[in-house]
């Protein structure tokens, strides 16, 4: 009889289909080659996009097979679809460069927690390997291979693939051929959007094979990884003495710090006499780590928590002060926006206040109602990943534009102008319409040899609108090239086929 061990070590049944097999190892090997030799820029790009599908492909085919242990794998599927549309819809850094890095984590954490059978949506985002590893998982990759032996009653499937494959090619590479002679737009057009810059270096003799083995791993032994979870909830109780003096001693000296506060909630008149935005700004970084690290004791007492009565009190009181906190830390925010203008980060810190203030009370809640530990750890993360897509999926430079624009619309010259020129192309579309009204505009005065020394890519993608003084300032920010299939981003694109000619 197999041990617990051996089948959790056991390659998954339906890896040994070899339509899978074969569909597995044809992603890993795209997956490959886009990664070490086509031409993948800086910012995410068509190639990009095309990944993140591929990436998906085998989740998505389990999910449709009804192979997944984890019900919970296929709601984030449309979560994941909808980082994929923004990615190619937006520009702004957060959207460029943070959401990739949460996208491909959130795939991996996903491939790892499909066969485990979990109790609770917060499950899913905690993954648990099977041990061991199989010798850094060369044992998965040696029994995935071995069931691929080809069978005696495949051969005849496979001959006839060859066969089809046989006469087929050399009549596409010559009708191929035919309609690029027949059309030059149509000729352009392929050359274009499929043009490939393969360029064989010596790194890629020895990353090729390392991202071909790391992909493969990952859907070989994110399949096989099963499990069994149980619900997070400690049979050891908690030393109320101990954590009774620890609450207590905290909830006094919130206390003493919201005390100092209420003439500040209560009315703006009690705002300390000097520099009002110095005032505002110090603090709601402050406050929102005390809002943190008071979630995460909570939750730490909240699994070992049994409906005492003493610790319902103190813990009740610990969060109804921290969400006061929150309220001072937003209208200190509040405050320092009226007077320096809206950036993005001020925007993400005030909606990750809300956030924490949101857990704070839910903590209360689920305290008064007695509710399991597992629910509220299920409620934060729905809200968490829910909240992510959302603020991803808004046009956060629009609105750092528009804001800032008709607060300062009566009083140009206090508009932080340099704060404009660093948003994105998403921004493009405000600041075009107010500029007439502002009778100002944001093109750099810089002449074209400047930005060939600074920004030699743009100058050569962009050479006819870049040799004209003044530069726009959405040209340098940001550097696509949207004739290449590459680098084509579909938002960026858009905005500069339909508001950058103005410009130019």
């Known amino acids: 009889m197999a041990t617990a061990t051996e089948e959790n070590n056991a390659l998954h049944p339906i890896l040994q289909d070899k339509t899978v097999a074969w569909f597995v190892i044809g992603i890993s090997a795209s997956l490959m080659i886009i990664d070490n030799f086509l031409k993948m820029y800086m910012y995410v790009g068509a190639w990009h996009i095309i990944m993140y599908l591929l990436l998906l492909s085998p989740l998505i085919y389990l999910i449709v097979k009804k192979q997944l242990q984890n019900s919970y794998t296929k709601w984030f599927l449309p979560i994941l679809l909808i980082m994929i549309v923004d990615m190619f819809t937006y520009s702004n850094d957060m959207v460029q460069s943070i959401l990739p890095i949460v996208f491909y984590l959130l795939v991996i954490i996903l491939y790892l927690t499909s066969m485990h059978q979990v109790h609770s949506f917060y499950q899913t985002l905690l993954p648990r390997m099977a041990l061991p590893f199989k010798g850094l998982g060369i044992g998965y990759i040696k029994d995935f291979f071995g069931s691929l032996i080809v069978k005696q009653g495949d ?6 693939i060859g066969v089809a494959l046989l006469i087929t090619l050399p009549f596409l590479g010559v009708f191929t051929a035919l309609l690029f002679e027949a059309d030059s737009n149509y000729s352009y057009l392929v050359k274009n959007l499929f043009r490939f810059d393969i360029k064989i270096e010596l790194p890629s003799l020895f990353t090729t094979p390392i991202y071909f083995f790391v992909y ?7 399949l096989s990884n099963k499990k069994k979870r149980d619900v997070t909830q400690s049979s050891k109780k908690l030393d109320l003495l101990i954590v009774g003096i620890f609450l207590s001693m905290i909830n006094i000296l919130f ?3 919201i005390a100092m ?3 500040f909630l209560l009315s703006s008149e009690f705002i300390p006499q000097g520099n009002i935005a110095d005032f505002a700004r110090e603090g709601f970084f402050q406050l929102m ?3 943190g690290l008071v979630i995460l ?16 009190f103190l813990l009740v009181g610990l969060l109804s002060q921290t969400i006061i906190m929150g309220v001072v830390s937003l209208k200190k925010m509040y405050l320092y926006q009226s007077i320096k203008g809206a950036t993005q980060m001020r925007y993400y810190v005030e909606w990750f206040d809300y956030y924490l203030i949101l857990v704070l009370a839910l903590g209360i809640f689920f305290l008064l109602q007695k509710y399991a530990f597992n629910k509220l750890l299920d409620v934060v993360s729905v809200l968490g990943v829910l909240a992510f897509t959302l603020i991803v999926s ?3 430079d629009t609105m750092v534009a528009k804001y800032n624009i008709e607060k ?4 140009p010259d206090m508009l932080d102008m340099r704060a404009l020129k660093n948003l994105s192309i998403d921004a493009l579309p405000a600041i075009s319409q107010y500029e007439t009204t502002l009778n100002r505009n944001l093109s750099y005065p810089e002449i074209a040899a400047e930005m060939i020394i600074e920004y030699p890519e743009v100058a050569s993608d962009t050479a006819q609108t870049t040799m004209k003084p003044p530069t726009p300032w959405y040209v340098i920010h940001k550097r696509k090239n949207c004739s290449v299939f590459g680098s084509y981003h579909w938002g960026y694109c858009i905005t500069l086929k339909k508001y950058g000619e103005s410009y130019d």
């Open 261 to 263: 506060q209420v003439p």
């Open 394 to 396: 808004l046009n956060v």
């Open 216 to 222: 493969l791993l990952l859907f070989i032994y994110g």
């Open 255 to 257: 206390l003493s710090f």
């Open 297 to 312: 004791i909570f939750l730490f007492i909240m699994r070992r928590f049994y409906g005492e009565k003493s610790l319902t």
């Open 155 to 160: 051969k005849k499937l496979y001959a006839r």
């Open 289 to 291: 780590m005390v809002m």
């Open 408 to 411: 300062f619309k009566t009083h």
